[in-house]
């Protein structure tokens, strides 16, 4: 069984820079990639961010240019550094961990832009 649970979310600024992790623990003997997710008030799911096992990045159109994603496999955790945040990026930021084909999802992190 894969635990995922984020921290990091909160207040912040309009131009403001804020930082998530996603620590994945339990019995994880490899991982396919782990990756952000957000879901606004009344709208979809949307991706923000991700990373393979081959550390390859990938980033939704939203976030370009202003949050990157890293990763310390030795810890099994996954940073966003969210930079220059827009009242937009207002969500719930969920973490996603891929596992010998299993998806595990944590259960979000509240982060507010104020203008």
């Known amino acids: 069984q894969v635990q995922v649970q984020e921290s990091g979310g909160g207040f912040v600024q309009t131009g403001g820079s804020l930082t998530l992790s996603c620590v994945a623990s339990?019995?994880?003997?490899?991982?396919?990639?782990m990756g952000w997710w957000r879901r606004a008030p009344g709208k979809g799911n949307e991706v923000v961010g991700g990373?393979?096992?081959?550390?390859?990045?990938v980033y939704g159109d939203a976030v370009k240019g202003r949050f990157t994603v890293s990763i310390d496999k030795s810890k099994n955790t996954l940073y966003l550094h969210m930079n220059n945040v827009k009242p937009e990026d207002t969500a719930v930021y969920y973490c996603?961990?891929?596992?010998?084909?299993?998806?595990?999802w944590g259960q979000g992190t509240q982060v507010t832009v104020s203008p």
């Open positions: 339990g019995q994880i003997p490899s991982y396919e990639s």
């Open positions: 990373m393979t096992s081959g550390d390859i990045s």
């Open positions: 996603l961990a891929i596992v010998l084909g299993t998806r595990y």
